[in-house]
């Protein structure tokens, strides 16, 4: 096997390359995804109170996070672009991390799967919770974004074992 073989985003001379996926059947793709912002809690009870200054935290995020969906091939330079058929945006108070958690669900009939803008929709909502609140909490993080489901295509279902098996900053919980 060549790195060709290993590697379908390089060509034969090692360039990188958009794959083709004109011979891929088209297929009902769907991904899940999620992340967290965790922050102080006088921060996560403004945004609750809708006492932050810029304006309502979570509609903006939610806002933030479709438009991330749609733009995704604008952000990832070898990802298709993809006409998305739906973007679906929840957002959970964590009380214990303090913060919230950010899960977007992203769906298409398309030749090649929706998981990066099931990824760019949360990181792009998690971002924007944190830009409307820096001046109030410049030490947020964001933590564990990562994909828990994706459908369709050739290699069909899949879903993250233990999708709550790892903490806020991302290593194993003992």
């Not at 060709?4 to 011979?23: I, K, S």
């Not at 945004?47 to 996070?65: F, N, P, S, W, Y």
């Not at 409307?132 to 050739?154: P, W, Y």
Request: aromatic share 2%; proline share 3%.
């Amino acid at each position: 096997m060549n790195d060709y073989d290993r590697f379908p985003h390089l060509d034969e001379a090692g360039h990188a390359r958009m794959v083709d996926v004109g011979a891929k059947a088209v297929t009902h793709r769907r991904a899940l995804a999620e992340g967290s912002i965790r922050m102080d809690r006088k921060t996560l009870q403004a945004i609750l109170d809708q006492r932050v200054e810029k304006g309502d935290v979570l509609a903006v995020a939610r806002i933030a996070a479709v438009g991330g969906a749609k733009r995704t091939s604008d952000i990832v330079p070898l990802c298709h672009p993809l006409p998305l058929h739906g973007v679906t945006v929840e957002i959970e108070v964590l009380d214990e991390l303090p913060g919230l958690r950010l899960t977007a669900e992203t769906t298409t009939e398309a030749r090649t799967g929706v998981e990066m803008e099931a990824l760019c929709a949360v990181s792009a909502g998690l971002l924007a919770v944190y830009d409307m609140c820096k001046s109030m909490d410049r030490a947020m993080e964001l933590g564990a974004v990562r994909l828990l489901e994706k459908d369709g295509g050739r290699s069909g279902m899949w879903r993250r074992r233990e999708p709550d098996s790892r903490r806020h900053d991302g290593s194993t919980a003992s």
